[in-house]
């Protein structure tokens, strides 16, 4: 007879999970047990139960499944729940477990207890409870509901005491729930309306989002944009949806240099956005004052009073712009000779000067070193709005980041989670010192799974990004934001992984040759003047 414990974990396994990301509790050694006895499923310790739900979110990213993770009561659900929202504002599947205060508990005073339904609530897309004898079925709807419309987190209480218990057998069918359909009548009302705004329209844009990477239409998308003419911006999370060197690409909204993508949007008089998600960038932060169309499988969420006109199309993003491409589209009046020259300028002004060690110098060494199928995740920092701009990224998902939820420590749990999910792919890291202080203790995560990943951290002792931000408003730049009063001591290993410091570029190239030849993880720090991120990040994006 089925235990809660070995129920739980063949549900699970049913759904594709590979990987529960956590730190044990009492209660829950029972469920570790089960996934000890199954094979093709493990439980992975973290030393930090965040990065259990960060490693959870980026599984959930990359395999189209729900990632899960676990965490306990009291501090093991609140030092999850960063994870989690990272999980719910980036648009990632997965399944959060925590344990659970038994009922008869529960409205007590006791150690560690808080209620886990309220502290999730706000970040999840459904909260509920384990129940022993419909526990297919919870998973079966948690499931669903996690990968459903926005995909996101599903929290699920574990009552503690229950793991062991016989249950009776119950195969019986699960639960969905309906999902709400839109008329074909009114999605082809829709649809023809906004054939007939684009065929008026002398200078529509193309606005790509995260959503466009989920739905998988890349090369639609590409196809679109050559029948229109139209150049393209995207948002950070949905580099590489569109080459860098096609001749309609025109950069990424709001980072670095936003002033010269703005060049070119500016000119816009329709702006079409594609699987865009506002929870990157508002619309009406970037927006010309024209006509929105908006493309997803939800409503444009905009200020009304800055953006006057919407044409909502929910629908399936790629059925709306096949139907698209079957009418006849006006030719538009762009000057695409200006649209490339400004994106080469742009490309040439975020190039390192020659003889300079800064993070441009960084983004652009570790660009010629890690292969094209490689996978490079970032931190949060001064640097994600290098990279978002400066990174060239040859196909969705080789450059991982947060941009929804923008949580410092994400990148190291993400390219552990990238290397379990792709042990074959090169994997790299980039961070600030700021945000490798908050996920150091990983790199033991890292060297215990032996996972080759080649971690780089830029050095400039500083939180750039609000020292930057101090400066505008002319404050002191230092008070607050500044690590230390000088860069730490070097040193050869940190919690058994070799560290290589460099100070030039020479010396990072002929680092990085030698770390992505190493079988283990390896840390290069990279000291650099991080000065040159004045001249580069916060610029105007109107």
Known sequence: MDTVATKLVSALKEHGIKFVFGIPSGNMIDY???IRKTNGIEFILTSHESTAAFMASVTGRLTGKPGACFGTFGPGA???STGVGCAFLDRNPVLVFTDEMPDFLKGRTVQMGINHQALFRPITKWTTHLIPNRIREIIFESAQISLSDLPGPVHIGVPAGIGNEEIIQNNGNPFFREKKIISDRIINIAIKKAAELISKAKKPILAIGLNAVQAN??????EFADKLQAPVVLTPMAKGIFPENHPLYAGVL???????VAKTYSQADLVIGIGYDPVEFNYEDWMPNVLLIHINTF?????????PYVLNVVNDIKETLQSLLKVSLFKNGWDLKQVQITKTKMFRELAPKEGSFGPRAVVAGLRNQLPQEGILTVDVGAHLHLVGQQWLTPAPEKLLMTNGW???GFAVPAAMAAKL????LPVACLMGDGGFRMMA???ATARRLNLQIVFVVILDNSLSLIDIKQGKKRYNREYGTRLDDEIYPASDYIFGVPVIRVENSNAFQNALVKAFSMNSPVLIEAVVDGSEYDELVLKPNK
Not at 217 to 222: E, R, W
Request: net charge negative; no cysteine.
């Open 254 to 260: 709001f980072h670095a240099l936003s002033n010269r």
């Open 32 to 34: 570790i047990e089960a």
């Open 406 to 408: 923008s949580s410092m």
């Open 441 to 443: 203790g990983e790199l």
């Open 78 to 80: 609140t030092n999850l």
């Open 217 to 222: 239409i890349s090369s639609t998308i590409i």
């Open 299 to 307: 409503p444009a969420d905009v200020d009304e009073k800055k953006v």
């Open 421 to 424: 999910i792709n042990p074959g």
